[in-house]
T-cell receptor
């Protein structure tokens, strides 16, 4: 069965601190895609990154970085020098190449305190 | 370009009634998916439509149905509403099936059943 686990339900950090959101996934498929989405209070899911199962390169985009490790089935997300605008719920998600649906984790609510 | 538009944004219905939610995809997108988001269950896949055909369906009762029109707009219907149907319903569109790059989500319709 496919599953995405975000063990951290809620995290609070002070502005400018670094924070890492953990994501562990389960699948026996060899071809799959991993995503991170941000959900601000307005409700829409904002796409942050997509990574396919054959690309284990870490990625950095501004203050955001992602660490994909197939050996531990993890796809962690780090925000460097956090800002209040980063406050949101963050979802890690899995999509199998043979399927259309996205399997979401339960999300991590991130509070950045001024 | 215009994003995914969901109407209405908020809806209050009485138990036992039925409701229809609408989703207009990004122009040129032919695939529309629906997700239900609740505090307890998180984000769960409802169904996906491509070229007016339902391609995939999640584990929801038959009270949940949908359809897609020739212009790719989609509606989902919930009959005999229950209190547990209160949720944020999110729609996502993409250009074509298997287009894992292209999921774009709308802001959702927040349904409250009283």
């Amino acid at each position: 069965a496919q599953k995405v686990t975000q063990a951290q339900t809620e995290i609070s950090v002070v502005e400018k601190e670094d924070v890492t959101l953990d994501c562990v996934y389960e699948t026996r498929d060899t071809t799959y895609y991993l995503f991170w989405y941000k959900q601000p209070p307005s409700g829409e899911l904002v796409f942050l990154i997509r990574r396919n199962s054959f690309d284990e390169q870490n990625e950095i985009s501004g203050r955001y970085s992602w660490n994909f490790q197939k050996s531990t089935s993890s796809f962690n997300f780090t925000i460097t020098a956090s800002q209040v605008v980063d406050s949101a719920v963050y979802f890690c998600a899995l999509n199998l190449n043979r399927d259309d649906k996205i399997i979401f984790g339960k999300g991590t609510r991130l509070h950045i305190l001024p | 370009k215009a994003g995914v538009t969901q109407t209405p944004r908020y809806l209050i219905k009485t138990r036992g009634q039925q409701v229809t939610l609408s989703c207009s995809p990004i122009s040129g997108h032919r695939s529309v998916s629906w997700y239900q988001q609740t505090p307890g269950q998180g984000l769960q896949f409802l169904f996906e439509y491509f070229s007016e055909t339902q391609r995939n369906k999640g584990n929801f009762p038959g009270r949940f149905s949908g359809r897609q029109f020739s212009n790719s707009r989609s509606e989902m219907n919930v009959s005999t509403l229950e209190l547990g149907d209160s949720a944020l319903y999110l729609c996502a569109s993409r250009r074509a099936d298997r287009d894992v790059f292209g999921y774009t989500f709308g802001s959702g319709t927040r349904l409250t059943v009283v």
